[in-house]
């Protein structure tokens, strides 16, 4: 599965952003999908995913309210929605999926087998 992950760029605070991330290879259906960050010197960090099974929904709880996760299998696509843009937002946004994930690691980076390469999201004040 290739992951390319797109929509990034500057905002204000405050505003909205929308990134996508669109899978080819493989059917996407059957994958557990997120979405990790990492800010400048910091460590990757979990902000969303969306459960293969079921389509149950997991944030960052300090993101929850804010961020939105969803995907359309038809065009094998992921989303993630950002609204209320802070610039503690700003970092590197990466797209990943895994097929054999268990709901204790959704928010493991570790347990996600593909990637995406990453887009930029910067958000001034």
Same mark, same amino acid.
């Given at each position: ?13 405050? $505003? @909205? ?11 996407? @259906?059957g994958?557990t999908?997120?979405?990790?960050r990492?800010a ?11 459960? =293969?099974? @079921?389509? @149950?929904?997991y ?6 309210? =804010?961020?939105?996760?969803? =995907? &359309?299998? !038809? +065009?094998?696509t ?7 843009? +802070?610039?503690? &937002? ?5 797209? !990943? !999926? ?12 570790? !347990?996600? $087998? ?12």
């Amino acid at each position: 599965v290739q992951l390319q992950a797109s929509g990034g760029g500057s905002a204000q605070a405050g $505003d @909205s952003l929308g990134l996508s991330c669109t899978a080819s290879g493989r059917t996407f @259906s059957g994958y557990t999908v997120g979405w990790f960050r990492q800010a400048a010197g910091e460590e990757r960090e979990f902000v969303a995913a969306m459960f =293969r099974n @079921s389509g @149950s929904t997991y944030y960052a709880n300090s993101l929850r309210g =804010r961020f939105t996760i969803s =995907r &359309d299998n !038809a +065009k094998n696509t992921v989303y993630l929605q950002m609204n209320n843009l +802070k610039p503690e &937002d700003t970092a590197v946004y990466y797209c !990943a !999926a895994g097929g054999r994930i268990i709901l204790s690691s959704i928010r493991n980076s570790r !347990a996600y $087998d593909y990637w995406g390469q990453g887009t930029q999201v910067t958000v001034s004040s």
